[in-house]
């Protein structure tokens, strides 16, 4: 497993053995096969999220086999292939976790999809289907486009009908874009306001899905990007916390949200009526060929590196 001891750079991820002993009450015992890399991990290594633990093992998705069950689980037998989203301790080869926060994968759906699918599968779809029902015809901005969730944004709104713009940090990050369906794919904001105005003949986008944060949507605002009325989906902070000029939003009519995840799988039952959502999007082509990277869990760190260089496209995957 990989643990994580101090804040900062790669350096403080530290692979180490433990025994986790037999799952308690409730609990069940995974083998794990394929763990979803999150931005979160980032963000939590370099202390901006939930605080130090010392040896907190890293991650919070992914998916795997019951290889055993405590007193009390129902609904689940040693066999079962299952998935998580949002439970600490992932960066393992092997881990127990809460019976409650499992959904089991449908038998089309393999493992690296799955880990794939389950935070940012999850988003794309909370963000561009059940919070902003994205219409043919309309024009979105997704920045963040080369990320996990974007690129599953960008393919899922163009799946719709919509022209996506798509927008990333640097010119080798363009391609694989418009591979994802975006119709034209901006460099940094300044250029992004450039293409909006120009590809909207002034207008505004409809929709923007951010995942920078930080001061990205009143910059948006500022540059008249949005169409007065329009919404701005702010689910990521990849470059700080979203700022929002709340007047602005009221003078124009905007709609801004902010959501996270853990928000909307409160329950068993809603955390699974979700995943079956995103797995039969996925199984209609709505994501298309998921952009996947396999990595061994051992060089986790070395993921992490890429991650802070931003070299990294689409989504990354930790193989025990
Ligand atoms: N609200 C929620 O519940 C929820 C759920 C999932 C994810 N998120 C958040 O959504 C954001 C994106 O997640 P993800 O999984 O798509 O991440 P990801 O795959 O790592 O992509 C993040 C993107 O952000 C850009 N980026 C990275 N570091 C940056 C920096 N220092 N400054 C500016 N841009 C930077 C990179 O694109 P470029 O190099 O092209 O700019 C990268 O492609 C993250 O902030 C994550 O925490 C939130």
Redesign the pocket.
Known sequence: MIAQYGQGGPEVMQAEERDIGAPAAGMVKLRQEAIG????D??QRKGLISGSVPGRVMGIEGAGTVTAVGPGVGGFTVGDRVGYLRSQGAYADERLIEADLLFHLPEDVGFDIAAALT??GF?AWLCARRLYEVQHGQTVLVT???????SLVTRLAAHHGARVIGM???EP?RRPVRDSGAVDVAVGLDDAGGMVARLTGGTGVDVVFD???ADTAERLLAADAVRPGGTIVS?????GWPTADREAIARRGYSFM?????DYIASANELRGAMAEVFALHRNGAFGAIPLTRHPLRDAAELHRQ?DR?V?????LLLP
């Not at 990294?312 to 990354?316: A, H, K, L, R, T």
């Open positions: 890399f999150n931005y979160f980032v963000l935070v940012k988003m963040t486009a080369a990320g996990g969730v974007g990333v940090g640097s990050k995942g920078l944060g689910f990521g902070a990849a470059a902010a959501p996270q995840a853990p991650v931003r990294v496209f689409g989504i990354s």
